[in-house]
């Protein structure tokens, strides 16, 4: 018997929220975002769940060359562009669309030799200050591009620093790109996955949802049920061993709990290791055998401890849901202090996998 750890792929959920995106923007295209592993979902288990996807977009060219040898012939979408002039002829030779976003990127464009022209997204900085040419210079960077023979075609696209957040929106961002465009007649494609959901005027010609993909909310204020978005991890485990405390006893490391009166304690095969945050505090919620307990203490490298005083019932054997289709991933990042986003990234490769189709 392994230890009794897992991670279930929801396949069906995956599907859900994709086609959840197509009914949001309809008259667009999407891209399903896939980069860090599908966000720690297996990019294999996307190709699974959306065999009609628009297309795919990631990170770094090894991802972009599983997804061809899984068979995808959709158009993949490089979001960070090509870090050599010899990535960029893998470009063209295996039909992948990248980024350009700053003067070197655009120069290997103009001096390599490409077996053919490629498809290239013009990254403009509206306002995100991470990546992209000023959006100012959008009408200049277009005819150079135009008039360099490897190019394909062009579009436009920038990236939304607070789509996530109603008092800051993509009012600003949005002008500065719009002012930019002017005469520009390309496709466009600005929206993640918050401005998707709340911003249909952002939707243009292609939509690049990420973490509503996977079942997460990108909103504080909304989560992914009230959202229409389905869990497509849920991450397990099973108590391993049970103590009886009096009060005064301490729990874990450091004894950061305390013990106020007598209780039960369920010791879980789960830890940091696993990929479950070390800083998430006594309260954070689990569910044990399907009723809400709490963790209690801190978390050690390869367990952790659950509240069963109210759980006359459980003990070893019991399983403990610590995120996914029943308790809301979004619940336990915020009861941690962080996001969906890294939870689901963090899962460790020690972690079985179960797809469920």
Sequence with gaps: MTRPIRAVIHTAALAANYAHAKACAPASQVFAVVKANAY???????????????????????????????????????????????????????????????????AWLESTALACPVHVFLKLNTGMNRLGFPAEQAPALVARLKQCSNVASITLMAHFASADVPELGVAAQCARFDAACVGLDLPKTLANSAALLAYPETHHQWVRPGISLYGSSPFSTKSAKELGLQAAMTLTAEVIGVQNLQAGD????????????????????????????????????????????????????????????????????????????????????????????????????????????
């Design 250 to 357: 301490a729990v874990g490391y450091g004894a950061s709990f305390v013990a106020d009166r007598v209780m039960r304690i369920g010791t879980v095969a789960c830890g940091y290791a696993d990929g479950y945050p070390r800083h998430a505090p006594t309260g954070t919620p689990v569910l044990v055998d399907g009723v809400a307990s709490r963790l209690i203490g801190r978390i050690s490298m390869d367990m952790l401890a659950v509240d069963l005083s109210e759980l006359p019932k459980a003990g070893v054997g019991s399983q403990v849901e610590l995120w996914g289709a029943n308790l809301s991933i979004d619940d336990v990042a915020t009861a941690a202090g962080t996001i969906g986003y890294e939870l689901m990234c963090a899962v460790a490769a020690r972690v079985p996998i179960f797809v469920e189709y």
């Design 40 to 106: 720690g979902h297996g990019i294999a288990n996307m190709v699974a769940a959306l065999p009609n996807v628009d297309a795919f977009a990631t990170l770094e060219m090894s991802s972009a060359r599983s997804l061809r040898a899984l068979g995808v012939t959709q158009p993949i979408l490089l979001l960070e562009g090509v870090f050599s002039a010899a990535e960029l002829q893998l470009c063209a030779e295996q039909s992948f669309w990248l980024a350009v976003h700053d003067e070197r990127g655009l």
